[in-house]
């Protein structure tokens, strides 16, 4: 009896105080889930401010519900409630249905461009690719959802896939997607991966040319051979100890590379069918009868990857010479970033703007570890129709350490920072042909034992990618508004300003007065 | 012609129509009766179309007014309460619009057209701007609007509402011309127009049929007693007991100088005596009538009969 | 056999063997009638001409401020411009369309012909329809004197394409005035309510600018945002799909509004 007494007043007066204040409550419902909305916008991290004013709105519904119960019921089943619930029934069916007609057609491209320059279109090149397209290619863009880029590449990636059904594309925030991200080895916006059967390719930002290049790339059949030199104590693909390059033969061999070893003394010659010739740090001096056959494989336009060793390993100078390069005695050494406190090793966090940097470029914490680098430098001249791209370079602080004896610092005569430690170079041959040569100061970074630092291995396949390239050169002209400029004469402007300001507006209220006027009597 | 059976109509909890059920013949000309508030408007809406009802149905036509509202619309001309004209437009466009909107075939548009427009009078004023009529004339045009595609069913809401005298008489007369071709329903609020109109009338009170006749059997049979009226030119001091002593008289009541409510019952004529009685006396008659029954009485009269 | 079946149910039967052209042909038939009506009335009253006026008035000062600068490919600006006008004079013109006949007694007529709500709806949006092409022909002279000036050089491309994105752009803000212009017979609150709802989706993608997550839905239910590519001279179909959604919903609305009246 005395639990009644004590409890049922309390509830009664509560229902009443609720009955009573239906509409405010409503009204405070109404306010709070807005609240919530903004507190979620504002804070989307601190999902405890919205989802509390959440909960009390929500609790406010129920106790309103669990006391307006019997009314709510009586109104949703008189005529009123009845129609007034189908209505609010087939609405929100008739959204539901909406949104997915938007949803389906935001995922298509269908698009008619009416300017002159086809400025939104593809151009024939692209569709030309697109309708040969035999393999189905993948891509995957990074963007920052904010930046503008998003929805242009968004607009363009849809534009690539109107025109064949073998391209998928997912546009994807690396923020939001982290894990993915991860697994395309994506830091950062900008970068758009693009794969067909294994193979990979990756444009930092770019258009339409850099896109259709890419799915050039990644959908030839070639398999690119790449021939090791041997003979003259060079670094091995055969070769599974710490100092052998097995790992990067695998690694190349998973994306299509076919590798191969040349002993040019017993062959005599270099294959014909030779895309990419590597020197991986030799030892010994190349016979002269050797070094012709590259000379002459070079100027039919062969690619070479030659990597540099300090000495006593020769320094190769009268190639670097035709490229522009000279090099010195001694090796490079790094005072910055050099953690492990090894004098020979440089770690190099410095990528020059370049097509084999491309996947490093965007995030500044990529580096590449080299060890016993050869200290490299530009010439003060390069010869004509040669150009040198710098793509690593040591710092300014670092130096060459000519003799390894004694204390390591900076002495008399050996000269400062910064060393190329690794540069493209593009000679030209011809008028449509170039030759490529990628030099590297070290030879160590991509062994066995070191392919696993950083993105050692990810820089080596780099460049043999860009020696391997096929040449995609296809030219899409820039899209570029057609100028039309206005002079308009004395005459003219006034023209335009009585015409578009006193005589248009004047005639159109001169109208309304005189329909006026006729329907006022 | 119209067969309503338990019309409810609820606007949100309040109750406008409680199972209100009649029919009307092909030809006949039903009035509608009751104060402002009693539902007459609501039912027509529903027979219009308009309004559904809460629940029961009514067919026009052999239509339900709720499954098949378009037929239903295509056979009634309706007149709302408040006359419903474009004001911008001139009478002879808007009365073109109404016939093509309510199906009228394009060729018979003109017709048509010039039909009503002779009919309800309005020539005078066929290129005249809706806005700038007189309510006479609005009303007429209102009417005419509902007569342009020559409907089966004519509903007819409160027509003679805020005309003068002459007007109400055009007005009436018209609706009773057009009895026999059309049925008609209209709606009022004044008793003489419904016995001057109809064939029948339907009383309706806080949205219940309380009663439904003739005009002439309501009135008879509603009245207790009929009261006389006398206005005399010399009244007497205390001229009361000399009509009160008259035979058959029940009632007499003084209303001001000269006038002299006299009520008598309902089967006897009693002015003959009356006025003999005045005569007699020399008090002057000046006017000897017979008072009708307002509506207000005959329904507190019904009202108190329930 | 026209006897035959007049026997089993006279009006509806016929209905039913119509063929569907002719059905769709008198559908449209009284939607033109009234949308005639709507039109010559509006124009009939001073609204059409002040709106129009001061319209043609604002296209021109923008016209001439971006003649100074003397590119051609500089004029995409005024239709944008033009958007954001629309924003503020359509919630004018269309506040009178259904608010006019509930004020005058002239909506229970029509509703009580032989007319079903949806086609007293799309009446009603084309009469505002009109009134916008009304408006955007008037402007035509700037792609004419644009082409005069530039020597023929201009590309007219993304002028078409601006005015096909304007009539679809606008066909749900007059879609949006037609539901509000439903709802209240009280024409300055259906303006308000109008410019409300307006302002509420030109700027509910404000909050996306900073924010990420599913706050992108608001960038999509913007309605100033797809607008963009259309003076860029594109016109992309899902733009259209998504405006024709938005008038849909809207003049269903309407006819949500007006049907509720048989039963509120």
Redesign the interface.
Known sequence: MGNRLRGLPITKTLRRLIHENALPILMTIAVLSIGALTLRLAYPATPLYWGSVLGVAGLLLLALIAVEFRELLTFLISQKGQMGTSVLVSTLLLIGILVLIVYVADRREISWDWTKIKRHSLSPQTINVLKNLKKEVKVYAFYDAQSPEFPRVQDLLRRYRSHSAKISFQVVDPDREPLLAREKEVTGSGITIFEANGKKERVSFGGEKEFTGAIIKVTSDKKPNVYFLVGHGEKSPEDFGATGISNLKTGLERQNYIIKTLKLMTEGKIPADCDVLVIAGAQQSLLPQEKKVIDEYLKKGGKLLLMLEPDPAPSFSDWLDQWGLQTNPGIVVEPENNIIADAAAVFALSFRFHDITRPFQKAQQEAVLFVTARPLKRKSQVPSGVTVSELIESSANSWREGELKGAVRKDQGEEGGPFILACAVEKTISDKKKQRTVVIADSDFFTNGLIANLRNGAFAASCIHWLAGEDVLIEIPPKEDLPSRMFLSRHQQVFTVVWSLIALPLAILMTGFIVWWNRRG | MIQVSELTK???ETLALSQVSFTVQKGEIVGFLGPNGAGKTTTM?IL?????P??GSAKVG??DVVE?S??V??I?G?L?E????????RVREYLT??A????VDRKRVRSRVDDVIERCGLRDVADR?NGHLSKGYRQRVGVA?ALVHEPKVLILDEPTIGLDPVQVREIRQLIKELAGDHTVILSTHILPEVSMTCQRVLIIHKGRLIAEDSPENLSRGLMKSQRILVRLQKPPSEPLSALKNLDGVLSVERRDDNLFAIEAPTDQDLRPQIAEAVVKRGWGLLELRSEELTLEEIFINLVTKE | MKGAVTVLHPGRALILIRPLWTRIYEWLTVTALIARREIRSLFSSWIAYVTLTFFAFLIGLMFISILQLGEAGQMRVLYWNTAIILIFVLPIVTMRLLAEERRLGTLELLLTSPVTDWQVVVGKFSAGFFWLLTGLALSLYVPYLINRFSGGTADLGPYWTAYIGLAFFAAPLIAIGVFWSSVTDNQIIAAMGTFGTYLLLYIINWPTEGAAGWAEIFRKISLYYRFQDFTAGLIKFQDIVYYLCWTFLALYLSVQVLASRRWR
Not at chain 2, 82 to 89: D, L, N, R
Not at chain 2, 100 to 103: D, K, Q, S, Y
Request: cysteine-free; hydrophobic content about 25%.
């Open positions: 609820y606007y949100g809406r219009a179309g308009y309004l559904s809460s629940s052999g239509y098949e378009l037929e619309r295509r009634i309706y709302p408040t006359v419903p004209i474009y004001s911008e437009m619009y109404m093509r909107i309510r199906g701007i609007q």
